[in-house]
Every structure is written in structure tokens, then in C-alpha cells.
């Protein structure tokens, strides 16, 4: 059974920082292609950033330079560091894996408000 749990989300100012946890557990973790993404109501799901098994990262434009994608793979985990948050940062935070299949984590509110 895949399961892929996030942790790490909840309220914090503009400016401060979060960062997210996704425990994978049920795959192959190394040659996943792990990924971030985020959805607002009535908006999209939007991609935040992808690490490839190779550790090859991408971003969206919005979040380049204050965002970090990283991944343990002893750990099985994949992090989503977040500086300088803003308010169009708010967001529900999905973490996805992908290879032949594609599995979701069941999301962590993020809240940037002062």
C-alpha cells in the first residue's frame, strides 16, 4: 500500500519560514520523481518543484530563490524548504511521486498571515 504523508504546514507571518516533510513509504523511493504542488480554492493545482532521482531540481518562477526541494532517500522523505513566505504563498501543499504511476499525499494548510 503507497502512502505518502506530509507534515510540517500551519500558520506563519509574512516573511517566516516553513519547511515541509513528505514520508513515502510502499514505493521504490530512489527512482521516483518527487514533486510539490500546491492549490488554492477554486484555482488549479499549481506545480511548486520537482526533484528528479537524480536530485535534478525545478521550480516555478514564483517561488525561485525562497523555496528549496530536497530528498532523503534513506529516509524515503522529500522537504519542501520555504523562506520569505508571502500571502499568495497560502495554500494547500500536496507532495506527488512519479514514475509509471502517480500517487498524492493528502495535503498540508499552509497559512501566511499576519
Known amino acids: 500500500q503507497v502512502q505518502l504523508v506530509e507534515s510540517g504546514g500551519g500558520l506563519v507571518q509574512p516573511g517566516g519560514s516553513l519547511k515541509l516533510s513528505c514520508a513515502a513509504s510502499g514505493i521504490a523511493f530512489s527512482i521516483y520523481t518527487m514533486a510539490w504542488y500546491r492549490q488554492v480554492p477554486g484555482k488549479q493545482r499549481e506545480l511548486v518543484a520537482t526533484?528528479?532521482?537524480?536530485?535534478?531540481?525545478n521550480y516555478v518562477e514564483s517561488v525561485k530563490g525562497r523555496f528549496t526541494i530536497s530528498r532523503d532517500t534513506a529516509k524515503k522523505t522529500v522537504y519542501l524548504q520555504m523562506n520569505s513566505l508571502e500571502a499568495d504563498d497560502t495554500a494547500v501543499y500536496y507532495c506527488n511521486a512519479q514514475y509509471l504511476n502517480t500517487y498524492w499525499g493528502q495535503g498540508t494548510q499552509v497559512t501566511v498571515s499576519s
Open positions: 526533484i528528479t532521482s537524480g536530485g535534478s531540481t
